[in-house]
């Protein structure tokens, strides 16, 4: 029945989060002090070859096997249960209305009898969670339930993974509720606890850049943009004859030929910024509203020098790049020379590691 125990459950024990995308796979590990202040015990990211990994599927196990055993190893750490999530594209959510006060088992069957309406795949190739959120706001006597479910082959492909490397795959989520958890803790450190404010998240992938806007907790507009690291992969090929794999691995290595700064990389990140300026607009179009209060960047933006103020300048709006291990302690393991330059590819596996104490 369920995506791993349950995709909404919640982990006291040690937890480490695990975010595994088509280029990197990345860990964090979070502990909380008895003033509930936020600690950093571990975190790293291995870098995976072009092609390992394609749409979520892991098309390069052994590979993808030995990279997660030398990031576990760099890091040294003991815990076995891991949170992993998949892509938005990857999972189907739905919200539904039943009658309150059925029993685990009665509510159980109601799902599964309702879902089928919702899923486009046939039950038995899903894996398929659901929690209460709670009364429904307009159908007194009801109550509103969240239905999430993916192929069983996606959730079985990161549980492979995880049990041939000695872990336990304790918590399977979503990559935008975990980026979610780890930005609403940035969002209570702005002015007036970011009451009120407007906040638009760009997590910007590899293949794809996932756009959510939120104000007070709640989700106003989500969308998921066909542009990321690998167009840029892409333009360097093209600028100098290269392998898609000689590209991956001389920009990882920064052998790149003189005139790389201002012949591929400037034109592509000003491109990153039209995209985000469009991305908005699609925004304004479709809803009531007309500006946000502050655009946040994470993911692979950091590494695109100058991208906030492009943005800032085309859209008006306040932009940064996110940290979202800012004002955390950071254990003495850590090296923070290094975290500064890589925290926003941690959004999604710092939001992962807080599942642990998420109820």
């Known amino acids: 029945m369920s995506l791993i125990e349950s995709l909404f459950s919640r982990q006291p024990a040690p937890l480490i989060g695990l975010d595994i995308s088509s280029s990197a796979i990345k860990m964090a590990e979070l502990k909380q002090g008895k003033s509930k202040e936020w600690v950093l015990q571990k975190c790293a ?3 995976l070859d072009h092609g390992w990994i394609v749409d979520g599927t892991i098309e390069n196990f052994d590979e993808v096997l030995a990279a997660l055993r030398r990031l576990l190893k760099r890091t040294g ?13 990857a999972v189907i959510t739905k919200k539904m209305i039943v009658p ?13 009898a309702e879902a089928n309406q919702y899923i486009p795949f046939a039950l038995e190739e899903a894996s398929l969670d659901f929690c ?6 307009n159908s007194p006597g009801d109550m509103e339930v969240l239905i999430a479910a993916s192929r069983k082959e996606k959730v079985q492909d990161r549980l492979a993974l995880a049990e041939a ?16 958890l780890a930005l609403s803790r940035l969002i209570a450190q702005l002015p007036n606890k970011g009451v009120g404010a407007t906040v638009a998240l760009f997590e910007v992938g ?10 007070d907790d709640v989700v106003l507009y989500e969308r998921e943009q066909p542009f990321g690291s690998s167009q840029l992969l892409k333009l360097i090929v093209r600028q100098y004859g290269l392998t898609m794999e000689e590209a991956v691995i001389k920009r990882r290595n920064a052998d790149l030929p003189d005139d790389y700064g201002t012949a591929v990389l400037e034109p592509f990140v000003t491109g990153i910024s039209n995209e985000i ?9 479709s809803t009531q509203h007309n500006s946000v209060d502050y655009i946040m960047l994470s993911g692979e933006a950091g590494i695109f020098t100058g991208l906030s103020k492009l943005v800032t300048a085309q859209t008006t709006f306040p932009c940064a790049v996110i940290n979202p291990f800012e004002a955390m302690e950071i254990d003495q393991s850590v090296r923070e020379k290094k975290l500064r330059i890589e925290a ?7 939001g992962l590691a807080m599942r642990r104490y998420q109820k």
């Open 45 to 47: 990211i291995e870098p």
């Open 77 to 89: 750490t003991k815990t076995k249960n891991i949170a992993m999530a998949l892509s938005p594209s």
């Open 100 to 112: 309150a006060g059925l029993s685990d088992q009665e509510l159980e069957s109601q799902v599964e």
């Open 132 to 137: 209460v959120v709670g009364p429904a706001a």
């Open 165 to 180: 490397a000695g872990l336990k795959l304790t918590v399977m989520d979503v990559e935008s509720y975990a980026g979610r």
């Open 206 to 215: 590899s293949l794809a850049t996932s756009m959510q806007v939120l104000r």
């Open 277 to 285: 300026g469009r991305a908005l607009q699609f925004f304004f179009t």
């Open 344 to 350: 926003p590819a941690y959004m999604i596996a710092c």
